[in-house]
């Protein structure tokens, strides 16, 4: 029978088992804190029965994802493409800054909601990540860190989080709970593309961050840019929007790719006041990473400028950002695409990114 992947369990899971094996409840709380700590090996579970050790490393997979790549950027981050037991591929970044440590994870292999502008959309969907393998992307990144630990959570990486509803519920309790890896609701965002039900039962069920990616306020351009806006239109999206529980001080944040010639206009920037109009929201302005096979190219300084002024002078906070790591490969979803790809090509290629690794 196959084994169970350790970070599957949650603690009612873990508290089961134990009484199973017939040992006092109190050995699962321990055995939580030591997986919740990033150790791995059960034999280095000091507190736990002999017996138990043994039970546990024969019963369970005791495995986290394997660093494939490590690129470090100028900027500070660190961009990761981790492997999965199967071999595929997902990646992380990881953003330390003065005040806090942001992590953006992946929550799918590939994606199968086809944006026109993402590359990850290119891939189509592989498989959903268990709730497990979506956690281990933050233990993997506290062994990474000397003396600091991640203390928020974006969404962003590969895959729309919301098409693997129940996986990422059972991470996001895990991540948010006091006897978990306690991270404030505030801190955790989720981040979609905009899948109406999934929003109004993410609200009830943990009630994170949300960030939607957005990108134009016209329904056929939006439409055709995203596909699932011909399934959830825009005054459908709003009135989910409305009523999701409101957690930060920002409100909900809109995600706004910024591509030349495209959604860049003032008529976009008007109509987007429109559409946030009793909103409580925040906009990010992300210039389009581009990447190979795409003619859309990024906004020009000038017209992100523009833009930006028009918002902000309707009280509608618009930082710009620039996705961090573009020196290593950009926007969330493009260095594993591309290690895939180099590793379905030729397995020989691999020393290309070794090489960049000892540049470390
Ligand atoms: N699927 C979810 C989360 C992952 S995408 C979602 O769509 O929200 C994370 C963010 O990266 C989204 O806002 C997405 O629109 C953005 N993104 C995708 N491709 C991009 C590109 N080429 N340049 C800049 N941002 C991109
Ligand atoms: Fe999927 Fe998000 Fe990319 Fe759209 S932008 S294809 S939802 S990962």
Redesign the pocket.
């Known amino acids: 029978m196959e084994r169970l992947f350790y970070l599957d369990l949650s603690f009612e899971a873990w508290s089961q088992w134990v009484s199973e094996q017939n040992y006092p409840s109190y050995i699962a709380k321990q055995i939580f804190e030591w997986i919740l700590k990033g150790v791995n090996d059960p034999q280095k579970f000091s507190n736990i029965p002999k017996a138990l050790k043994e039970k546990l490393a024969e019963s369970f997979r005791f495995e986290l994802p394997k660093i494939d790549t490590r690129l470090k950027s100028r900027d500070e981050s660190t961009k990761y493409v981790l492997k999965l037991w199967d071999d595929k591929l997902i990646e992380m970044v990881l953003m330390p800054s003065l005040d806090r440590v942001t992590l953006c994870i992946s929550s799918q292999v590939g994606?199968k909601?086809?944006?026109s502008f993402?590359q990850?959309?290119k891939m189509g969907l592989m498989r959903n990540l268990s709730s497990g393998e979506i956690l281990s992307q933050i233990l993997i990144a506290n062994n990474e860190l000397e003396n600091r630990k991640v203390t928020n959570v974006v969404f962003m990486g590969?895959?729309?989080p919301l098409d693997n509803f129940d996986e990422l519920i059972l991470a996001l309790q895990i991540m948010t709970s006091k006897d978990g890896l306690g991270l404030s609701k505030h801190k955790v965002t989720v981040s979609t593309?905009g899948l109406v039900p999934e929003i109004e039962a993410l609200g009830k069920k943990v009630a994170v961050s949300l960030a939607i990616?957005f990108h134009t306020p016209f329904d056929e351009e939006r439409s055709l840019m995203?596909p699932v806006n011909r399934k959830y239109p825009l005054d459908v999206l709003k009135k989910a929007l409305l009523e999701y529980p409101i957690q930060t001080r920002h409100g909900i944040t809109l995600e706004y790719v910024m591509i030349k010639n495209k959604n860049d206009s003032l008529k976009h920037a008007k109509a987007l006041v429109k559409f946030a109009h009793g909103l409580k929201v925040k906009v990010n302005l992300i210039p389009l990473n581009p990447h190979p096979g795409t003619a859309m190219e990024p906004a020009l300084e000038e017209s992100l400028k523009s833009f930006q002024k028009y918002l902000e002078d309707r009280s509608i906070s618009a930082p710009v950002r620039y996705s961090r790591g573009q020196d290593v490969s950009a926007a969330c979803?493009q260095l594993a695409v591309k290690r895939k790809e180099e590793l379905d090509e030729d397995p020989r290629l691999l020393w290309r990114q070794r090489r960049a690794l000892e540049r470390i």
Request: hydrophobic fraction near 20%.
């Open positions: 994606c909601m086809n944006c993402c990850t959309g590969m895959g729309e593309s990616s995203m979803g």
